[in-house]
Structures are given as structure tokens and as C-alpha cells.
């Protein structure tokens, strides 16, 4: 789908302090301009609340997290975005902005969260996985450099050479890789995630909010990449994406099902590097 203006982020208010949020975008959790739109709204109620002192991120669509950004968007729209609030395009204006809320952030990460899902999974704070989890950032594989700052943030995460072996690979993560890589703070069993992640909120929800952002705060200072170092990823992403010679290879990733629940998306990591191996979609 290329957004059709439903509500994709599905807030409950679990405490003044505490809300749990629910991605839902189409049959793999795709982001789109719509989503670009709506996440800007949400950050910015984030930010107004006084109150509010952590947010969970999760999704209920079996197998799957945030898949990607839709293929399909409608890039004339994505183009005609107007800066946000920090000078830069929206898409990553958000994810700058997620990372400096001055509340905690925990995503709940069961399924696959690929690319631009990825990237936002490591704008939020704390990120917990179950053995379900598949995470990764494939865009070398469609001949594109990743654009919402996954080198920066990788690089801090994970060192230099996993951040590259991740990167430059461009396959999928399994949970425990990630959480041995640092990609992820730990894998908690399917079966027990959210009672974990729940009890983790309340934890948070119950202290200081002004020793909880104070501390978030300095530990941004250390750790977060400058807005110039996460600008110039997006810039490498929109001078190589969409590029002529590999759209013969986006629609041979198409036609064996991406963006389809039980297609090439369930493993595509793997997938995109197999197919590029036997030459598959290149143009004569």
C-alpha cells in the first residue's frame, strides 16, 4: 500500500506516564509518507506531555514489526515534504526527534523490522527482542545507501566491523546475533516479552520524570550522532535509490512476493543476496 491516510500509530494511554503504541500498516507493517505524517504528530503530542515519562513501541501483526519503507510510495510526495523541525527532511527529522524525546522509549520488537524499520527501532532508546525477531538493513542489495542513519547509530551500537558486516551484507539479523552485536539489549522468549516490556514501563513510569529525562539527556550527549552525520546518510540514500539499473531486480523481488506476508519477505536478507549471486533482474 501507498498510505491511505488510516491511523497507523494506535496510542493507549496505560497510565499518565505510560503509553503503549501499536503499529499497524498493511499486511507487514510497511512505512509510507503517511507514516512519516503521523509519526511527526506523535512526536510532537510525546514531547507536549508533561507527564509522560515512557512510551513502548509494538506491533499484533504476526511475523512482523515494521517490514520496510513501501516500494510502492509515491516518490513525488516523499520529495515534496517540507522540512522539520530540524531543518532536515521529515523522514529523518523524525527519527532525530525520537531519539532526543525527553521521555524513554523501548520497542517490543517480535518479528521482522528491516531497513526503515530498523532505522526506527534504533532511534528509540531501549530495544528488546523475542527469538521471532529478524532485523537488518538490506539496501546495499538494491543498490542503495541506507538513509535514516543506521552507519551512525551501528557504528556506536555495534563497532566499526559489525556495524560494516551488517551494513555491507545486507542479510538478516536473527535476535541473538543482534543482541550479541549489540543491535539489541537482550532477547526475551515470545512467550513472555510483553509482560516483560510492560513491567520495565511501569518501572520507569514510576519514577522522577525530571531524573529520567536528566539522565537520557547526558547519555544522548555521549552516545547520539550530530544532525550533519545523520544528513548526509539521507543525502547518499536519495542519490542512489530508485536508480535505473536495479529496477529490473525490485521487480524480481516482486514477483516472488515482497511486501507479501508469506513471500520473499520472510526471508529477504537472505534472499537479495542469493539473487544478486545468480545475477537475477539485471539488465542486459
Known sequence: ?????????????????????TFDNGPVNLLDPDTVDQLADLIEAIEHDADLTVVVFRSDKPGYFMAHWDFRSDNA?????????????PYLDNFIRLSKLPVATICEIRGRTRGAGSEFVLATDIRFASETAILGQFEVGVGAVPGGGPMARLGRLAGRGRALEILLGGDDIPAELAAAYGYVNRVVPDAEIEDFVDAFARRIAAFDKVAVTGIKELVDVATLPGNDEMAAGLTAYFATVGRPQHRPFAELLFKNGLQQPDGVETHLGTA?????????????
Do not use: C, D
Open 1 to 21: 500500500m501507498t498510505g491511505n491516510g488510516q491511523e497507523q500509530f494506535h496510542v493507549s494511554k496505560v497510565l499518565p506516564s505510560y503509553w503503549r503504541v
Open 77 to 89: 510526495r516523499i520529495a515534496a515534504m517540507r522540512p522539520g523541525p530540524t531543518g532536515l527532511h
Open 272 to 284: 537479495i543476496g542469493e539473487l544478486r549471486q545468480h545475477g537475477g533482474g539485471e539488465e542486459p
